[in-house]
């Protein structure tokens, strides 16, 4: 049976060592069937062979699409946390910086889904056409995304809590003008790595990203505090690192090996980009469920704050928004670690998927929720046990007690069920690499939306202030429980494909169990 990922893996490193796990960390399975299964094999090729194609376009469509789109959370929040020591202990800016992440994921899904599709598929025409559209949808939705922004800026920043006071207001206005001017650079070099990826450079993605995200840290302090330009000096330093990162990525499309696009293909066509953007909507659904959750905490936080007997006083009035950033920053940390360790199995997962293989599978997805919850665990203890030690690492030691106080109870409430909050992730990416994405989408959004958005605008209402603390671990508690679920039917479909396999049942009363669990 044809492996079109295994023709791919010749060009891919990552691949390499996926297949080098594969041999020595999972159990194998014999690739020759008992004699008197045969029979049932032959049979039953017609009906897996439906099977064996969609796990082989899982295999080449989330691969790298997934795994990239999930690693940048990661990225984004290595990114947020050089962004803590630029504002200080206004931890409101943050979260304008963090909405135009978000928002600009729309550059990552215009990139990468269909050519990543194309190239396993060893269609290079189709592929250069595919990254020629891609390039110019990019470039011009990162236009009109900036243009957005310069318009209705102070819109955006009322709707993510940027009008806390007046001081709040001003950093924010300030910020959010400069880093809006590196959107189309952004979103350029966000896009164009997955594509230097699958065109088999993937350690020049990697420089290309740490070079811009290295000059930005190298900057910040010479602008910040050489420069005495503040917050405008943390903002030009970010993108003057996505203008270099860009530039390499610039310099990439015209030397690319093997999907370097011609003139004609930057002409866009109507079915190139409609696949794209289908094939991209999971992960832009599942970014922007992120931001509507971050705008309704930000403004519930916002208006109870100034209700609070303590933060209504205008010189405590930005307490509640800086606390929960400097948490908000540590649980992005957090999950960077989880998303990273599940993007990893993915490779892992598309090929034995394709292979099938199911029992490598199940036991690499045993092996991830309990590594996760160990992440979780650790995580757990650390804010529990040592939240005054996190806040003075974020450059909050000397601030009020008031400061230290709210931070020490936001710590141990918002983040007491984060355990349950890396399972839930890995959980998310572990559906959408096996190709369950419609489920993985569903989960995501319900988190965010209905659970995320639900509760914080709705818990206020009872607890105040501290009810946008009690939001987090109620959605989290109640996304397990539905996680949950989606993971015991999959084991149950792990279990009778490994029974089918084996010949302990048959195919027509596997096909009876699998229709009951549909």
Partial sequence: MPKPIQQQTDKQDTADDANDQLDGQLVGIDHNPPDHIADQHEHSAKQSGIHQRSANLVTLEHCYDIGHDETDVGDRADHNDNGCRDHGSDGQTHKQHQIIRNAEVLGKILSHAHDIEVVGQNEVPKAKRSVGNAVVMCLVSSIVLAALYLIFADTILAMFGGTVNAETYHHSQEYFFYITLGVPFYMFGQAMNPIIRADGSPRFAMISTLAGAALNIILDPIFIFGFRWGMMGAAVATVIGQLVTAALAVWYLLHMKIIRPEKGDYRLKGSICGRTLTLGMTSFLSQISLVAAMAAINNMIRKYGALDAVFGQEQYAQIPMAVVGIVMKFFQIVISI??????????????????????????????????????????????????????????????????????????????????????????????????KAAESTALSMV?????GVGFALLLPRFFGLDGVLYSMPLSDILTFLIAGYLIHKTYHEFNYHIALDSGVIGIEKCAEIMESLV
């Fill in 447 to 451: 988190r965010e939306v209905v659970f």
């Fill in 338 to 435: 989880v998303v990273g360790m599940a993007a990893g199995c993915i490779p892992v997962v598309g090929f034995n998927m394709g292979a099938k293989k199911p029992a490598r599978v199940k036991e690499l997805f045993t092996k991830l929720l309990l590594a996760e919850a160990a992440v979780g665990v650790v995580a757990l203890v650390l804010v529990e046990l040592l939240p005054r030690q996190l806040i003075a690492l974020f450059g909050a030691a000397n601030e009020s007690v008031y400061y230290t106080d709210f931070a020490v109870k936001s710590f141990r409430i918002y983040l007491c069920m984060i355990i349950l909050a890396c399972v839930n992730k890995a959980c998310f990416i572990f559906l959408q690499a096996m190709g």
